[in-house]
């Protein structure tokens, strides 16, 4: 079974350029979570998607950052204009679906390593 | 708000000798469930053991085992005979509601 795909692995940009994350998740998988892993912290849910509908965004800083899963699979985060303190790791998960998450598991991805200069 | 704890930035271990990692939360909900994820250098998080709060009875999975003290919020990580593939972060956290809650993550060294 193939895992979580990200990409890119690295991105580097200066602060108030804009950036896309990609995050293609488990075949099948019907909730898909995006998360913000600053260093030395543990991971912050920024956003929770069932199919291609909002289950919660309540943490996703709405003026620069945005999601979408428009067909119900594969799913970008954008940030735009981007700041210092976007610098963060951005971890991709789905699960089979939103009761998953607590009888089985998220699976994770790799994530894309963002630096804001 | 709903707080996840890890007062342990750091521990180390012997390999085949026992670590127990502290965590302890705060919630108002009575349903949740609590986890503990483990994070390789490599970034990507792994299940370890996963907790119901309506249990009783402490989870087991194979050397990893936790200690769930639900009246003290409390949810410890007992890892048994460690390895040096234990060595990783390790994230407890909190699932309530909606929403997903992690701690800060202890960084877990394994002493060949």
């Known amino acids: 079974e193939a895992g979580v795909a990200q990409s890119p692995r690295y991105k580097i940009i200066e602060k108030r350029q804009s950036v896309a994350f990609w995050c293609n998740p488990i075949?099948?998988?019907?909730?898909l979570y995006w998360y913000q892993q600053i260093l030395g912290q543990g991971p912050k849910l920024l956003i929770q998607?069932?199919?291609?509908?909002?289950?919660?965004d309540s943490q996703l800083p709405k003026d620069r950052f945005s999601a979408e899963r428009l067909k119900g699979v594969d799913s970008t985060l954008k940030i735009q204009p981007a700041k210092l303190e976007d610098s963060a790791v951005y971890l991709c998960?789905?699960?089979?679906?939103?009761?998953?998450?607590?009888?089985?598991?998220?699976?994770f991805g790799p994530g894309t390593r963002l630096t804001v200069l | 708000a709903q707080t996840v704890t890890q007062s342990q930035p750091e521990m180390s271990v012997q390999e085949a000798e026992t670590v127990t990692l502290s965590c302890t939360y705060d919630?108002?909900?009575?349903?949740?469930?609590l986890f503990w994820y483990k994070q390789p250098p490599s970034r990507q998080m792994i299940l370890v053991i996963r907790?119901?709060?309506?249990?009783?009875q402490n989870a087991t999975e194979n050397r990893f085992s936790v200690n769930f003290q639900k009246a003290a919020k409390s949810f410890s990580l007992k890892i048994s005979d460690s390895q040096l593939g234990d060595a990783a972060m390790y994230f407890c956290?909190?699932?309530?509601?909606?929403?997903?809650?992690f701690g800060p993550g202890t960084r877990l060294s394994v002493l060949p």
């Open positions: 998960a789905s699960s089979l679906d939103y009761w998953a998450r607590r009888t089985d598991t998220q699976y």
């Open positions: 075949s099948g998988h019907a909730t």
């Open positions: 998607f069932q199919n291609n509908g909002v289950v919660d």
């Open positions: 919630t108002s909900e009575s349903d949740y469930y």
């Open positions: 907790q119901e709060a309506y249990k009783q």
């Open positions: 956290g909190l699932d309530y509601g909606q929403n997903f809650v």
